[in-house]
């Protein structure tokens, strides 16, 4: 049985590498994609590592490229950048969900009907699986938070204390 795949954009790869948590995301059942040129200008010079762990890169298709191009200059919601355009565009391509902690991407991603999910979500797919505990999931969270992560403390709080008791 092949894994699902999730496009991902930079941010939740940035808070996945922060919070020390690649080797338990890419344990999921679960194919993690990214664009080869989001990469290639986002995070190849600071998270290069991140593709030996298991990303996979994708080109975008001539289709998706012109979807991506009219997504941006649409400004249906103002400030999604072009990459994050090019991340949306892949998810649709590849008739998959979209990681992303932007939250102006995750609206635009809603508009264009495109599932989403996020950093709380993959950390309880890795609790759920048993790849980390509450207090590794506490600890990479803490992480992400001390590197200026924008996540949702009450939550992440809330996440925690349910998988903390029922441990």
């Not at 679960?30 to 080109?59: K, M, N, R, W």
């Not at 072009?82 to 892949?90: E, G, P, R, S, T």
């Amino acid at each position: 049985m092949s894994k699902k795949l999730l496009i991902s954009d930079a941010n939740i790869i940035i808070d996945i590498v922060v919070g020390e948590l690649q080797s338990a995301l890419f344990a999921l059942d679960y194919e993690i994609g990214t664009p080869d040129i989001l990469y290639a200008e986002e995070l190849e010079d600071q998270h290069s590592e991140i593709i030996d762990a298991g990303l996979v890169l994708f080109e975008l298709k001539p289709d998706a490229v012109n979807y991506a191009h009219t997504l941006h200059q649409q400004n249906l919601i103002p400030q999604v950048s072009v990459n994050d355009c090019i991340a949306l565009a892949l998810a649709q391509q590849e008739s998959c969900a979209l990681l992303t902690g932007d939250a102006k991407l995750k609206q635009l991603a809603i508009i264009e009907d495109v599932s989403v999910r996020g950093t709380l979500w993959l950390v309880e797919e890795m609790l759920k699986s048993k790849l980390i505990n509450a207090s590794e999931a506490e600890m990479a969270y803490q992480k992400m938070l001390d590197d200026g992560s924008r996540l949702p403390v009450e939550k992440i709080n809330k996440q925690l204390d349910r998988f903390a008791s029922e441990n």
